[in-house]
């Protein structure tokens, strides 16, 4: 069974910066797509970044211009560079990974806190 992990999460001043990377491990094939979605305290959880196999990317308009996501199917990795963080970026941020094996599937992880605060 494959599973994702995340780490990078933490405590940053706004205008700080911050990187999420997750790793995929285990029995994963097929994947078409990999991102980033976020949810806070009382809200429904959100797209934050996504990147297709052909490497087509998608952003939320709160972040575009701030975040940058990176698939790196050579390792299995993806990552998220948050630049200019502002407080309403504070949200458990939730790796994510979608399959294809002849029905769409997705595989998440456990979550990373991120919290932007003075």
């Known amino acids: 069974q494959g599973y994702l992990v995340e780490s990078g999460g933490g405590l940053v001043q706004p205008g700080g910066s911050l990187r999420l990377s997750c790793a995929a491990s285990?029995?994963?094939?097929?994947?078409?797509?990999m991102g980033w979605y976020r949810q806070a305290p009382g809200k429904q959880r959100e797209l934050v970044a996504t990147?297709?196999?052909?490497?087509?990317?998608d952003y939320a308009d709160s972040v575009k211009g701030r975040f940058t996501i990176d698939w790196d199917k050579a390792k299995n990795t993806v990552t998220l560079q948050m630049n200019s963080l502002k407080p309403e970026d504070t949200a458990v941020y939730y790796c994510?990974?979608?399959?294809?094996?002849?029905?769409?599937?997705?595989?998440w992880g456990q979550g990373t806190q991120v919290t932007v605060s003075s």
């Open positions: 994510n990974a979608r399959q294809s094996l002849g029905i769409i599937g997705d595989i």
């Open positions: 285990g029995n994963i094939f097929r994947l078409i797509g």
């Open positions: 990147q297709t196999s052909g490497g087509s990317t």
